[in-house]
Every structure is written in structure tokens, then in C-alpha cells.
């Protein structure tokens, strides 16, 4: 497993910078934000993921919106590619309607809508990952962040309907928290379709802070072969520079497998 954290959380002034710190803090790479952008020579080949913001996203409700998401997308998986990385992140939508919250309307689409629109953007942008060779690493967020897509079953079916092996999917330890019976059987379940996870603990702080079971997490990621990515995504609890050496101090050891 490659062992990462997201560049935002990282001190320093230059992506190197960055990096560097993140290598002494025990991680293997960086998690970019605009796999992109310019100046990213000095992490290729340790910047496996990218998990940027969009003008628009993939289940937008307009149609101009998802279009423009897929275009930043397809941008996104070329960037990627070209630094030598494995994949981008993006969910079905963030913050754009959920049901769990008031004034709890009822969506301007139906779920067999939302299905449709889903699997078409999937398909195309897993072709466009596949030829890159590259993955669209498809994330599922918690009842409150997103009406679509919440569980790691729920997108790994919808990645099977995409057609394309270019389509993965990605399990945040956060979201799971609220959303899974088991985290650990819903990732032994996902396990063919599964290529990264992000690591967040209960408290949306940085792991070890709170209650997700991390060492079981590993352990079943351990179990089912995985070789991907794992990387911390985020808020950072304490002086930013400790926080982000003490996380990558125990994540190592996990990894590691020595006690934490």
C-alpha cells in the first residue's frame, strides 16, 4: 500500500516542500488537489492521486455543470497520468442536495434519473481513465453530503454499470463510519472493484483521534490483497506540522504492522 496525505495539509511553500515534509513524516507521497496545474515535476512519480474541486459535478442537476465536470475531469486524469499517478476522486456530488436535512424536499430528479445520468458520465470518464491508464476512483459520501451515493456497495455497483475497468471505487473511513453496518465487510465486499481509500477518522479529524478501527481497516485491506492507495484526508486537530507527524507516525506503524 502506497501512503499518502493530501498536499493541503502538508507546511511549505513548494510542492517539494511539501513533499518533503510529507516523506519525513512517514508517508510515501502526496495527494494532489489540481493534478492540472503547472510546476508538478518534483512529485511525479509519488503523486498517485488527485482529488480536486470542480466547476460543476459529476450528478449535477444542470446539464452545462456536468459537462463541465467531465471536461475537468478528463484535464484531471491526463494530469495524473502524465506525473505517473493512478487516479482522480470525485463523488457523485458534494453539498448539493440531501434528503436527511431541512427542509427535506424532495429532489428535482428521480433515483432511476440520478442512476441514468451517473452511468453516463462514469462510462465516459472511465473510457477516457482506461486509454489514459489511469483510474476514475468513484467515492460515496454520507446521507448529509450527498442524496446519491452513500455506501461502498452503492458505488461499486454503479462502477460495474459504468462497463469500463477504468472505474474504481473509493472508501472513506469517514463516511463508512455513518453510512456502513461493517466498514470492514463492506471493503472485503468491494475488494475487486476497490482502488483507493481515504483515511479520516470519526471526527473528521486526522486518524488516531477518534473511533474508526483503523488497525482493522489495515488489517482487512491487508486480508484482500490491496496495493493501493491510502491517503488522509482530512481536518487536522492540534499545531498543523505535529498533527500531520504524529498521524503519519501511527498510520506507519500500522502499516508497518507493529503495534499503535
Known amino acids: 500500500m502506497i501512503l499518502a496525505i493530501q498536499e493541503n495539509l502538508v507546511p ?5 516542500d511539501k513533499l518533503a515534509f510529507a516523506l519525513d513524516a512517514g508517508f510515501d507521497a502526496l495527494e494532489l488537489r489540481d493534478a492540472a496545474r503547472g510546476g508538478l515535476e518534483a512529485v511525479r512519480g509519488q503523486a498517485p492521486t488527485a482529488c480536486p474541486e470542480l466547476d460543476g459535478r459529476l450528478g449535477d442537476f444542470d446539464r452545462a455543470a456536468r459537462r463541465r465536470a467531465i471536461e475537468g475531469l478528463r484535464r484531471q486524469l491526463d494530469g495524473i ?8 476522486i470525485t463523488p457523485a456530488a458534494w453539498g448539493m442536495f440531501t434528503r436527511r436535512l431541512p427542509p427535506f424536499d424532495e429532489p428535482p430528479r428521480t433515483p432511476e434519473q440520478d442512476r441514468e445520468v451517473l452511468v453516463e458520465g462514469l462510462s465516459e470518464l472511465g473510457a477516457h481513465a482506461e486509454a489514459a491508464g489511469v483510474a476514475l476512483l468513484f467515492e460515496p459520501l454520507n446521507r448529509y453530503e450527498d442524496h446519491m451515493v452513500n455506501t461502498v456497495a452503492a458505488a461499486a455497483e454503479l462502477a460495474e454499470a459504468s462497463g ?5 471505487v473509493l472508501a472513506d473511513t469517514y463516511h463508512m ?4 453496518d461493517d466498514p470492514c465487510a463492506a471493503l472485503r465486499a468491494a475488494a475487486g472493484r476497490l482502488g483507493a ?3 479520516s477518522d470519526s471526527n473528521r479529524h486526522q486518524p488516531g483521534t477518534g473511533h474508526v478501527p483503523f488497525a482493522a481497516i489495515v488489517a482487512t485491506l491487508r486480508g484482500v490483497g490491496f496495493d493501493g492507495v491510502v491517503s488522509v484526508e482530512c481536518r487536522l486537530r492540534g499545531e498543523p506540522a505535529e498533527a500531520v507527524r ?7 506503524r500500522l502499516l508497518d504492522g507493529a503495534p499503535a
Open 12 to 16: 511549505g511553500e513548494t510542492v517539494a
Open 197 to 199: 481509500v481515504h483515511l
Open 246 to 252: 504524529e498521524c503519519g507516525a501511527y498510520l506507519r
Open 164 to 168: 469500463s475497468p477504468g472505474v474504481r
Open 177 to 180: 463510519n455513518i453510512e456502513e
Open 81 to 88: 497520468a502524465a506525473l505517473g499517478g493512478r487516479g482522480v
